[in-house]
């Protein structure tokens, strides 16, 4: 069972490039989020899709934007990168907006970006 | 602002050892306080509280909340050096079910 899946898991950008991060969950869950993670901060919500076919912004959402492509999968796009947005990227999901009664997010593994 | 404030940043301790680990938060319209075990990679959840007092466990884990003193502890007693990790707290808002995280604390514990 692979749960939430994200590609890529490591990429170097020189500033100004593009890129897309993808990702997919196996769980039938309604609702995903990407985030962002520094060194020293918590985890901050870029964007999340509450369910198919709506997005919303969330905390930091400057320089990003986001595709709900079907109920499996949400893309986060950086247009073009900034060192700023150096960072580890995660991708989450779960039933339905926020932690329900369970209080479960399922995470995927994280991507590396560094932008020179 | 809403904030959660985790303390100590990083905690090493010897095997054996009992650490606390804690949690402090103001938010404007609490709904849940979770925390998270982040390992190399994805953070996995651990626990989810929404009552004062009431202490969830799970084997070597435990947490309570304290509504009245916004804040909350995690409890490791009997470490093991699996329990080396950055233990994450996260509070979820009524308002739009949005959480915001501490920058956790780092926990290694030496054999």
């Known amino acids: 069972n692979a749960g939430v899946t994200q590609t890529p898991k490591f990429q170097v950008l020189k500033t100004g490039q593009s890129m897309t991060l993808q990702c997919a969950q196996d769980m039938n869950h309604n609702s995903m989020y990407w985030y962002r993670q520094d060194p020293g901060m918590g985890l901050r919500l870029i964007y999340y899709?509450?369910?198919?076919?709506?997005?919303d912004k969330g905390e930091v959402p400057n320089g990003y934007n986001v595709s709900r492509l079907n109920k499996r999968e949400f893309s986060l796009r950086l247009e073009s990168a900034a060192p700023s947005q150096t960072s580890v990227y995660f991708c989450?999901?779960?039933?339905?907006?926020?932690?329900?009664?369970?209080?479960?997010?399922?995470f995927g593994e994280g991507s590396r970006l560094t932008v020179l | 602002e809403d904030k959660v404030v985790q303390s100590p940043l990083s905690l090493v301790v010897h095997e054996g050892d009992t650490v606390t680990l804690n949690c402090s938060y103001e938010v404007t319209n609490f709904r849940s306080l979770l925390w998270y075990k982040q390992e190399k990679k994805a953070p996995t959840f651990l626990f989810m509280l929404?009552?004062s007092g009431i202490e969830k466990k799970s084997g070597r884990l435990s947490s309570i909340l304290d509504k009245k003193e916004l804040s909350s502890i995690l409890n490791i007693t009997a470490t093991q050096t699996g329990d080396s990790a950055i233990y994450l707290c996260?509070?979820?808002?009524?308002?739009?079910?949005?959480?915001?995280w501490g920058a956790g604390t780092k926990l290694i514990i030496k054999p």
């Open positions: 899709s509450a369910s198919e076919g709506t997005t």
């Open positions: 929404t009552s």
């Open positions: 996260a509070v979820e808002l009524y308002s739009n079910y949005q959480l915001i």
């Open positions: 989450a999901s779960s039933e339905a907006l926020g932690t329900g009664n369970t209080g479960e997010l399922f």
